[in-house]
């Protein structure tokens, strides 16, 4: 089973639409949790941070289920721009209390069309 | 501008070269990483460097060779390389390696094609 999960899409989506992605990850010992975007030929930049509690940007929010293991993207309104691939990423710490490295999922691929 | 810059951008290498790659950043972070990212997979993590200490080498060919000259700089060595190499590598840094939630910061990548 891969360590963090993401259907790859593409979803293509009108300009306006809500678009939700979603990840699931396999360490139950995750805790820090994220989504990047990477444009096409481009570096992946963070775009938010997941905290437990929910948490929102704009018009992008992020959630997140411990139980069920699984991040949440919400995208209300899209624009062209939004157009990208979005990375969920994973953190978790080692039993000494060291983080590990982020594991990055293979990414949804979003195209939102005129 | 994410002050990490990675040069060259786009390198074509025949399976006996060496070549070099190199990462540079202006964010006075003090761990580097590199990434290898294939077509469809997830970013692979290859190397991790923190205060040019080498701290994670995810099992990676001998046929690349990190160095970490100084906690500015990071280099990819490669030689005899396969086909099955060409890639995107990408390198990143953060502010400290066992932060918790550190952001990374990636440069632009450097596409290799392997012939």
């Known amino acids: 089973r891969k360590e963090v999960e993401q259907d790859p899409g593409p979803f293509n989506v009108p300009e306006g639409a809500t678009v939700a992605f979603n990840c699931t990850y396999s360490?139950?010992?995750?805790?820090?949790f994220f989504w990047y975007r990477q444009d096409c030929r481009k570096e992946p930049k963070l775009l938010m941070s997941v905290y437990s509690s929910g948490n929102e940007d704009g018009r992008f929010t992020a959630q997140l289920n411990r139980a069920s293991q699984y991040i949440s993207l919400l995208i209300r309104d899209s624009k062209l721009s939004d157009s990208a691939t979005y990375l969920c990423?994973?953190?978790?710490?080692?039993?000494?209390?060291?983080?590990?490295?982020?594991?990055f999922g293979s990414g949804t691929q979003l195209t939102v069309l005129p | 501008e994410t002050g990490v810059t990675q040069t060259p951008r786009h390198l074509v290498m025949g399976m006996t070269n060496k070549k070099s790659l190199k990462c540079e950043q202006h964010l006075g972070h003090n761990a580097m990483y590199w990434y290898k990212q294939s077509a469809k997979k997830p970013l692979e993590l290859m190397f991790v460097?923190?205060?040019?200490?080498?701290?994670e080498n995810n099992s990676v060919p001998s046929r690349f060779s990190p160095e970490c000259p100084n906690s500015s700089h990071l280099f990819l060595h490669l030689h005899t390389l396969q086909p099955e190499d060409s890639a995107l590598y990408l390198c990143?840094?953060?502010?400290?390696?066992?932060?918790?939630?550190?952001?990374?910061?990636f440069g632009p990548g450097t596409r290799l094609l392997v012939l």
């Open positions: 990143a840094s953060t502010r400290s390696w066992a932060g918790a939630g550190e952001t990374q910061y």
């Open positions: 990423v994973v953190n978790a710490f080692e039993a000494s209390g060291s983080a590990r490295q982020l594991t």
């Open positions: 460097y923190s205060l040019e200490e080498r701290v």
């Open positions: 360490n139950s010992a995750s805790q820090s």
